[in-house]
């Protein structure tokens, strides 16, 4: 009997790890050389990596382009601007963008823009706020939101807008938390999100959303795993990632976790970590549904990486934010006193009502019917989610009288 059982055993495990997801080696850096707090992203069918702390401890420029249809790097111009590390990126609408960070001497608050068609930068607008490093930097329609970080003065939580069609900035509402450097950010659905980090003698595990309509903070649900600063993360499919870096403790974690958050219902996901211990300050950029992990220090051996690691993310799981001039959704009456109504619509959905100061007020499903009863909401102005069978994501603004 215990033959069998052993057996049994044998298989399960055989099955699950014949249909689990795994981390696959990929080309390191060239002649191995490492860093820390590179630079990192994905644009097309290629990925960056630029800036950062070399092996040899040296604030870099060097540019760096990955072909993953041939496993391969290649040599591009160095990054014109000051040599650094401790920078952030991004990417949008085909182009990525880059700032901050510090050199030998300086913090720096300059704006990069990279074109890959000709492989060339451009200098934009450096934002009037201090010089920092470690900050937030999230691109959503047409807007760079940034800030955290810390520098000359210490940790802060300012934050800031860039817009792309003026080459101006602008102030926003602080982050509502402690201050603090080292953050995780990404967009997820229609807003972006910030927190986690380092401020103090603290690790935080809070989490916040600043709604880019509004330009105000709703702080969040609480990151369910241990607190944490200085990985990485990306976003993809309206989801959100959190990727590897050191714990509550500042140190290593022992493994290299890797999170997906669901902003329709504030809930994290844990899925397959990363080989090995968690990593310092890696980089991570995405090309064609999957994510492509590189680089950071390892906190037992001090060793500066300079390997790769690939992970495939299931293209399914994505969610689709219906944006307004595509959405045929139509909701009535509106202002309303008692019931909302929904045309357009097909299939099953999820929904949420949540205030204009992010509180979730009702949450719960549509069917065939495509009504909901809002006669006990007080008097206001409310935003309705719904997500689909296919997880698309309406979003609209609605008055209860």
């Not at 870099?60 to 000051?82: C, R």
């Not at 060339?120 to 807007?143: N, Q």
């Not at 007020?361 to 309705?384: A, C, M």
């Amino acid at each position: 009997m215990r033959k069998i059982y052993l057996l049994l055993i044998v298989l399960i495990v055989s099955s699950i790890t014949a249909y689990s997801q795994t981390w696959e080696s990929k080309a390191s850096l060239p002649n191995n050389i490492g860093k820390h707090h590179p630079v990192t992203f994905g644009i097309g069918d290629y990925g960056y990596l630029t800036t950062g702390t070399s092996g040899t401890s040296q604030v870099t420029n060097d540019f760096l382009k990955y072909d993953p249809a041939t496993d391969s790097w290649s040599e591009l111009t160095d990054f014109p601007g000051t040599a650094r590390s401790f920078a952030i990126g991004a990417t949008y609408n085909g182009k990525a963008y880059l700032a901050f960070g510090l050199s030998q001497t300086q913090f720096l608050n300059d704006l990069w823009e990279f074109d890959p068609v000709t492989e060339t930068w451009k200098e934009l607008a450096s934002c009037p706020c201090a010089g920092r490093r470690h900050p937030a930097f999230i691109i959503r329609d047409d807007r760079i939101f940034a800030g955290l970080g810390d520098g000359a003065a210490g940790n802060l939580n300012d934050w800031w807008s860039y817009d792309m069609n003026t080459n101006n900035w602008t102030q926003q509402p602080s982050l509502p938390g402690p201050v603090r450097h080292h953050p995780f950010m990404f967009t997820a659905g229609d807003h972006v999100y910030a927190g986690m980090g380092h401020g103090g003698n603290n690790i935080f595990k809070d989490w916040y959303e600043f709604d880019i309509v509004t330009n105000t903070w709703t702080q969040m649900n609480d990151f369910p795993g241990e607190a944490r600063v200085a990985g990485t993360q990306f976003d993809m499919g309206g989801y959100g990632y959190v990727l590897s870096g050191d714990g509550d403790n500042h140190s290593f974690m022992g493994e290299g976790e890797f999170w997906k958050y669901d902003p329709f219902n504030d809930d994290w996901e844990q899925l397959t970590s990363h080989p090995g211990i968690s990593r310092w300050a890696p980089g991570s950029f995405t090309v064609n549904n999957t994510v492509y992990f590189i680089g950071g220090q390892n906190r037992i051996s001090n060793f500066i990486n300079g390997d790769m690691w690939a992970y495939d993310i299931a293209p399914a799981a994505s969610i689709n934010y219906i944006s307004k001039s595509e959405n045929t959704l139509e909701l009535y009456p509106n202002p309303t006193k008692n019931e909302l109504n929904f045309s357009n619509l097909t299939g099953n959905f999820s929904y949420k009502i949540v205030e204009l100061s992010g509180k979730v007020v009702s949450n719960g499903t549509l069917n065939s019917f495509y009504k909901i009863d809002v006669n006990q909401l007080s008097s206001g102005i409310y935003f309705i989610e719904l997500v689909g069978e296919s997880n698309e994501l309406f979003k609209e603004k609605f008055i209860k009288q």
